[in-house]
C-alpha cells in the first residue's frame, strides 16, 4: 500500500497538484487530465480530495477483463516535505498500479468501479489513465511545498514495502 | 506558440455573433500580456468621448502568458474597459480560477461588443460558444448565482457575474469569481450590465503548452523554493492582507471617519489577531502556492474577508470597531456584487453629513443597524440608497459640500491617507484609473518597512515613476501584489516565453510603454485634471493629533511634485506624452 491522499483540511485549493500532475504525465499543462483532484467549493471552502488508493482498493485490477492494470514496484524519492515523511523517510519501497496500455481496450469497466473517480479516459487516446506517483517521485508533492500547507501526503505501510522487498 | 493560446474571442452581444480572432502576436511581444496588452487593444477600439455605458464601450478580459500554467499567482485576470466610474482606461485585477479556464478553453482573451436585447449568459464550453437566455437568474446574489450555474451548467465551470448592484448599473458594481474574488473597482460591473449580461460562464479541457514540460516544472520547483516560499512571500499565507492593518494604524494613516483621524481607536478589535480568531482556513486562488485568503466563521456568517482595504474603509473609516459586523458588510457586499471601497467610502461620507447635520441619512459613525442596512438599498437604489448610489462626490456636491468627498477622478480613495504617508498623493493623482493605491506602492516605501521620510515629497515623483513601471510590467504577468518578485525573477521566467533575455531596462520599458498607453488613451477622453481633495495638502486639513499631527504637504508644494512628474515622464506641461517619448518607446498610436 502506497499511495497519495489530500488533507481536505489543510488543502488551500490552489489546484497545483493537478496542474503539476498534468505537466508531467501530458506534456503540457492540463488540469482536466490530472491524475489526482480537489473539489472545491469556493462559497463554502469545502474541499474533497480524490487520489488512487493503489492496492489499497484495486477494484479497477479486479475489474478489468484484460489484465491491463498491473501492480508495479518503485522506489519512491522525494526531495521536499510531506506530512508522512517522519514515519517513512525520504526514500522507501512502494507498489502502484499502472496501466498496460497496449492491452487496455479502453472500455471502461474500471471508471464505474471506482471510488474516488480518479482512473479515467484519456481524451485522445482510448485507454484508461491514472496515477503512478510518477514512478517515484510524485509532481504533486513537489509543488506543494508550502510549508503551512503541505496538504498532499504519501501513505505506504511497512508491511507492503516488505512484501515488495520480497519481490512480490 | 507555447503559453499563448494565440486566440481572441470576440462575441457580438448585439448581433449574437461570436468570432474567434488570432491574438496580435506583435503586441504580445511588446507588451507580454494582462495590462498592456489590454490597453493596447482599449487604445484600438474605444473611440474617444464614448460614453462608458454606451454599447460601443466593450468589455475586455485579457490573460497573461503565464495564466493555466504552475507559475505562481499567474492565475490573475484583467478586467478592461472604459470606466464607468471615471471615465478614465480601466484595469481591474482579479484572481480565482476563471483565467486559467479561459485559457483551457483555447483563448487568450474574450472581448464582450453591443448590447444584448435579453438578459443574457454566455456560455463557453471549448470551442462551442452559446448566448443562453439569463432570464432564471436575473436578481441573483453571487452565492446562489454560482451554485445555479454550477449546477446547470457543469460542476467544474468558472463564473465571471454580476449581482444585482451591476444588474442597476451601480458606478462601482464590481465583477466576481469563485464568490469572493473581485474585479472590483472601476465599475466594470455596470458595464456588464449594461450589456444586459448576467454572467459569463468558462469550461475549458485543453491545454496550456509550456515546450518542455519536464524542464519547465523542474525549473519551477527551484523557483518556488529559491523565490516563492520564503519569509518575504509567506506572511501572505500566515496573515494575509490583515497585516497591513496595523501598519498603517501606527503611522496615522488610517482613514477614519471619513478621513478625519488618521488613527482609529477601535484598530485592535479589526485587526489581524481580531480575525485570526475567527479564521476557519486558508484559501488560495488556482495555480498560487502562498494562498492568501482568509476564511472566517461568525456564527452562521461563514465567507472569506474582509481584506486591509475593507477593514480601512468599510471599518476605520466608518467607526466600526466590530469584526462581526465589518464581516456582514463585507459579506453582503460581495453577495450584491459591489466595490468595498466605494461602498465604504460613500457610506462614511452619508455618517460624516449626517453627524455635520449637512443632510440626516439616518446613519451616523459606527452605527451598526444603518451601516448594515446600506448596501442592499444601495445596490437596489431604495430608501437612502438612491442618494448614496450618486457616488462619493456627487452625494457631496449634490448638498452643497464637494470638499467633504475623498475622491480622485470619481473613485472613492483606498486605505491609505497621504497626511501619513506624502507620496501617496502623487500616487492618486496620477493613477491612471483614479484614486488607486496598486499602480505605485510608495507606501512600502514610507510607512510598510521601508525607509523614505513619509513626510517629505522630496523625490517621490521619480519613486512613484518606478513604480507605476514595475507594477505595470508586473501586471503583464499577471504576477499577483502578494509575491514580491524582482526584475530577475520576471526575467527568469518569461526566458521560457519568449527566446530571448530581457534586461532590467527592456523590462521596466515595457511597463513604461503600458503606462504610456494608458495616458493617451485619458488624453484622447478627455479625462480631468490630476488632483487629489484639497484637504489632504493643505495646511488647515492637517490633524490635530496622532503620529502625522500637524503635517502637511501644502499646494505649493504638490503642485512642484506633479509638475517635476511630469517632466520625468517625458510628458508636456499638462500631463500629455510628447512625440519623442512616444517614438523613444515604440508606441505607434497617438490621441
Redesign the interface.
Known sequence: MTHIMISSKKCTGCHMCEYACSAQHEGAYRPSTARLFADVNPTTAEIKGHTCLQTACAKCQAACPEGAIVTKNITVTISGEFAGKRKLGSTFQGAVLVVDEAKCAGCGLCYDVCPTAVIRAHPERNTAVKCDLCLGDPQCIAFCQNPYVLAVDIKASRADAAVVLGGA | MDFYQGRVLRIDLTEGSVMVEPLNMEWARQYIGGKGLLFRYLLDEVPPGVAPLSEENPLMLFTGPFA???V?TCSRLVVGCKSPATGTILDSYVG??FA?ELK?AGYDALILTGHAAHPTLVWIENDAVELRSAHKYVGMGI?QL??TLRRDLD??AKFMSNGPAGERLLPWACLST????KAGRGGAGALMGSKNVKAIAVR???????GD??A??AD??RI??DYI?TPAN?WA??EGTLALVDMVQVAGAMPTRNWSQGQFEGNDSINSRAYMKMR????????????CRN?HVFGEA???GPEFETVAICGANCGIGDAETLFRFNLACDDLGMDTISTGGVVAQAMDMTERGIHDFGMRFGDAEGYLAAPELIARREGIGADLALGARELAAKYGHPEIAMQVKNLELPGYDPRGTFGMSLAYATADRGGCHQRSYVQADEILGGSLPPDSLDGKAAVNIHWQNFTSIKYAGIWCEFWALELDEMRQLLRHVWDSDFSDDELLRIGERAWNLSRLFNVGQAVEADTVPARLVEASGAFSDGPSAGRYIGADRFARGLAEYYQLRGWDASGTPTEAKLDQLGIDARV
Open positions: 493555466g500554467t504552475g505562481t480565482g480560477s486559467p483551457f452565492a454560482e451554485e460542476y467544474n469563485d464568490h469572493y474574488h475549458g479541457t485543453g491545454a496550456v503548452s509550456v514540460a519536464k519547465f516544472l519551477l520547483r518556488h523554493k516560499l509567506l499565507h500566515e476557519l482556513k486558508k484559501r488560495a486562488c488556482s495555480q498560487c502556492a502562498l494562498g476564511f461563514r465567507g472569506e
